[in-house]
């Protein structure tokens, strides 16, 4: 029998009616993993703490150049995701890092996302993979 793979977050209402939680497939429960990676930071996850995400090291750091924040991630990342998520192979990342300049009730402020998108192949069903995600940067949150 083919293992199965769960929705996150949990919805306990399910559990207490006695009911199974949400089943996923094999793609959605690599994107979810591949989420967690990104939004987690180094030394949160107490059994490991190198499991994490470069994003976080320099979530505030206006000053840095964009290329070389930029690259600095992708590097991490790529290196993470290929440490840490086993179900993939011949990960290729690539991240447009974007700056727009809101202005709102007399403040201006300078915000950074990052569009970061994914391709590799499935170890298991040697069929592609495809991850696209948008995160904002300083404080990290995601759409």
């Keep these: 029998m083919a293992k199965p793979y769960y929705e996150t977050p949990f919805n306990f209402n399910r ?6 939680f949400k089943k996923i497939s094999l793609e959605d429960s690599i994107s979810q993993f591949i989420s967690v990676i990104i939004t987690t930071y180094f ?5 490991d703490e190198k499991f994490g995400s470069e994003i976080w090291e320099s979530d505030f750091d206006q000053l ?3 290329n070389v924040l930029k ?3 992708k590097k991490s990342l790529t290196l ?3 440490k840490y998520e086993k179900r993939l192979a011949n990960v290729e990342l690539d991240i447009d890092l974007r700056e727009k300049i809101s202005e709102k009730s007399n403040k201006t402020r300078l915000k950074k996302f990052l569009n970061i998108s994914i391709i590799g192949t499935i170890v298991k069903t040697d069929n592609p993979y ?3 995600g948008d995160y904002y940067l300083a404080p990290l949150s995601y759409k």
């Excluded at 030394?43 to 059994?47: L, M, S, V």
């Design 64 to 66: 840095v150049n964009t």
């Design 15 to 20: 559990f207490f009616e006695k009911k199974e």
């Design 43 to 47: 030394e949160e996850y107490t059994n």
């Design 80 to 82: 993470q995701i290929i």
């Design 71 to 73: 690259e600095r991630i």
């Design 130 to 132: 495809s991850f696209a």
